[in-house]
């Protein structure tokens, strides 16, 4: 059933912090659930509050592009829209009736200081590439459309992801949006305990992100909240693949708040991902080519320090100093900004300047887990816009 709501906001200003899987600093979900119906999705968890049933019902917001050109004005920030979050695909299939995605893409790119990153898992997508490519070739402006891709074949796609477009439709999409200069990445998300998650599966899906050029490769795994989440999953696997019944019962055993499975099974599953992305050097956070230029230098830098993190993790070697740094920067920068970005006279500009002054002048050392080893690659991001060990470390040559 299709419920058209009254939205009192659409564009999500991320003001605390921009996470570093997404790096968007606005967000924006024109609908509400979703009719992908993906057996796995947390969209069915209580605490999200969506009412009625999940996978056919939508709440489709009417006013989102009013509300939009309203809202977009008092941006003075650059940054990317981030559209794809929480427990709505907004290429699903209502959105040919309302095409409240197009139109607010149509909104986005009159804007001079925003870019686009778009995640879905539909194909229809492909109908805007157009208007999409227009973003891409922009000045200082950057569009990336990233596939959720979970499996390498549309045998249990087709059962876990019933609204979803076909695995190969994704791929040949992902090809003609690059041709298009759009950037492009994967989200290999969720690996599917006993169906998605072996070493082979996880293996093609990486072979193809090479074959394809994508610009980066996210993976995790599946977590299942305890409540409706749960319950519709485990009911769906004694149904189709009843022997998983009891090993699944038992690897979601712990009554962790996310979600997670097992503890064992995680570090397993994160081991294998590590060593794959590895072998196939893949670019495991959104690269700084994308983030230069799009980002304000804080905003960069600190994302920049947070992706080095996980690219330690993936060695095995403790990440939370950059991480922290990380941190530390985007806390800075909330504080610098706070009260100013809703003024007219707010120039992002000038927080630039006075992130630069911090770094040479060595203020920046105040902040937490900023040492020296951190302020020197700060200083020559301040002086040639790179860090090396971010590009050694990103390129698997350290
Ligand atoms: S596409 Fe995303 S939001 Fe939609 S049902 Fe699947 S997991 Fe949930």
Not at 311 to 329: E, V
Not at 365 to 382: A, H, R, T, Y
Request: proline share 3%; charged share 30%; with cysteine.
């Amino acid at each position: 059933m299709t419920n058209e709501i009254t939205a009192k906001s659409i564009l999500r200003r991320n003001r605390r912090h921009i996470d570093d899987w997404f790096c968007g600093s606005y967000g924006l979900a024109p609908y509400y659930g979703c009719q992908h119906a993906c057996v796995y999705c947390d969209g069915r968890y209580e605490k999200y509050g969506f009412e009625g049933e999940f996978g056919k019902d939508v709440n489709v917001k009417k006013n989102t592009i009013e509300l939009l050109k309203k809202e977009i004005k008092l941006v003075k920030e650059p940054g990317y829209v981030f559209i794809g979050s929480g427990i709505t695909d907004a290429y699903q299939p209502i959105e040919k009736k309302y095409r409240l995605t197009r139109r607010s893409i149509e909104t986005i790119a009159d804007h001079p200081l925003l870019s686009l990153h778009i995640l879905t898992k539909s194909a229809f997508v492909e109908d805007d590439l157009e208007l999409i490519a227009q973003i891409a070739k922009s000045k200082r402006k950057k569009a990336i459309i990233s596939f959720s891709i979970a499996f390498d074949n549309d045998e249990n796609r087709k059962k876990f992801e019933p609204g979803t477009a076909e695995i190969s439709q994704r791929w040949r999409i992902i090809t003609k949006a690059q041709k298009m200069g759009i950037n492009t990445g994967v989200y290999l998300i969720p690996a599917i305990p006993f169906i998605s998650d072996s070493e082979e599966e996880i293996r093609k899906t990486y072979e193809k992100c090479v074959k394809h050029k994508v610009d980066f490769v996210l993976s995790g795994g599946m977590t299942l909240k305890i409540g409706r989440q749960k319950q519709f999953y485990l009911e769906f696997i004694k149904k189709l693949f009843p022997k998983l019944y009891e090993p699944t019962v038992k690897l979601y055993s712990n009554a962790d708040h996310y979600g997670s499975p097992v503890w064992q099974y995680s570090k397993n599953l994160y081991t294998l991902f590590n060593k794959l992305s590895r072998e196939y050097k893949l670019k495991v956070r959104i690269p700084q080519h994308l983030l230069k230029d799009i980002l304000p230098n804080y905003y960069e830098s600190a994302l920049m320090l947070s992706h080095m993190g996980e690219y330690l993790r993936q060695q095995g070697i403790n990440r939370k100093a950059y991480a922290y740094a990380g941190h530390s920067i985007q806390k800075w920068a909330y504080e610098a900004k706070k009260g100013r970005t809703r003024r007219k006279d707010f120039n992002y500009g000038v927080i630039e300047k006075a992130f630069l002054e911090e770094v040479q002048n060595g203020e920046i050392m105040k902040l937490p887990s900023i040492g020296d080893k951190i302020q020197k690659m700060l200083m020559e991001f301040v002086e040639t816009g790179n860090i090396k060990y971010y590009n050694k470390l990103s390129s698997y040559t350290n």
